[in-house]
């Protein structure tokens, strides 16, 4: 079992910064994907990001590219997301989600993720 806690959301002006945190619990994150997740209201969820634990790679959803960035501190079980620029169509609930893939490697699709937690606000506004 693993506990995320997310942490860092809030409101900004749109064109800021926010950094999101994730820390986790109860299981060490290695050989783990840690991905990130939003829902705005009356929508989907939908992919952001992903990390893998071991080497750090990241993948991005491409209307986060270049705005958007995740890394990970090994010391602290802990997972980023730093994004700037933001706009309004920012606005959501981003949660974090850890996946152990031993199968089909899907980092993001959200079927693919086991844990997940409970969520921030994020709110942008003009």
């Known amino acids: 079992q693993v506990q995320l806690v997310e942490s860092g959301g809030g409101s900004v002006q749109a064109g800021g910064s926010l950094r999101l945190s994730c820390s986790a619990s109860?299981?060490?994150?290695?050989?783990?994907?840690v991905g990130w997740f939003r829902q705005a209201p009356g929508k989907e969820r939908e992919f952001v990001g992903a990390?893998?634990?071991?080497?750090?790679?990241?993948y991005y959803a491409d209307y986060v590219k270049g705005r958007f960035t995740i890394s990970r501190d090994n010391a602290k079980s802990t997972v980023y997301l730093q994004m700037t620029s933001l706009t309004r169509e920012d606005t959501a609930v981003y949660s974090c989600?850890?996946?152990?893939?031993?199968?089909?490697?899907?980092?993001?699709?959200?079927?693919?993720?086991?844990?997940w937690g409970q969520g921030t606000q994020v709110t942008v506004s003009s």
């Open positions: 109860g299981r060490t994150l290695r050989n783990s994907v």
């Open positions: 990390i893998t634990w071991n080497v750090g790679g990241s």
């Open positions: 989600a850890s996946a152990w893939p031993s199968g089909v490697y899907a980092p993001a699709e959200d079927r693919m993720y086991d844990y």
